[in-house]
């Protein structure tokens, strides 16, 4: 089993800025790719960036220029730099990872990312 804990959620103004981070408990390494998403009240779950184990990124439309998604393989660890925050990035951020080893989807528990004035 892989156990993933996200940190960094919070209340921000708009154009303010925010750091996730997801901590992993088995080598990142071992997965295939790692990524975040996002849910809002009322909406489906969606992809807002994703980063391979090569370091291939790939971000949705509505983020791209603002968030980068930045992985540690040392620390185990997959951030979600996020800037320009606007009101409608407010969503639980949810943090993922496909494993090789342990073969697997696994995600975090959320946090709550919210943009209001």
């Given at each position: 089993q892989?156990?993933?804990?996200?940190s960094?959620g919070?209340?921000?103004q708009?154009g303010?800025?925010?750091?996730l981070?997801?901590?992993a408990?088995?080598?990142?390494v071992n997965?295939?790719?790692?990524?975040?998403?996002r849910?809002?009240?009322?909406?489906?779950r969606e992809?807002?960036a994703?980063?391979?184990?090569a370091?291939s990124?790939?971000?949705?439309?509505s983020?791209?220029?603002?968030f980068?998604?930045s992985?540690?393989n040392?620390?185990?660890t997959?951030?979600?730099?996020?800037?320009?925050?606007?009101p409608?990035?407010t969503a639980?951020?949810y943090?993922?990872?496909?494993y090789?080893?342990?073969?697997?989807?696994?995600?975090?528990?959320g946090?709550q990312?919210t943009?209001?004035?």
């Amino acid at each position: 089993q892989v156990q993933l804990v996200e940190s960094g959620g919070g209340l921000v103004q708009p154009g303010g800025s925010l750091r996730l981070s997801c901590a992993a408990s088995v080598r990142i390494v071992n997965s295939n790719a790692m990524g975040w998403y996002r849910q809002a009240p009322g909406k489906e779950r969606e992809l807002v960036a994703t980063i391979t184990n090569a370091d291939s990124a790939n971000y949705a439309d509505s983020v791209k220029g603002r968030f980068t998604i930045s992985r540690d393989n040392a620390k185990n660890t997959v951030s979600l730099q996020m800037n320009s925050l606007k009101p409608e990035d407010t969503a639980v951020y949810y943090c993922n990872a496909r494993y090789v080893l342990p073969f697997g989807q696994y995600w975090g528990q959320g946090t709550q990312v919210t943009v209001s004035s």
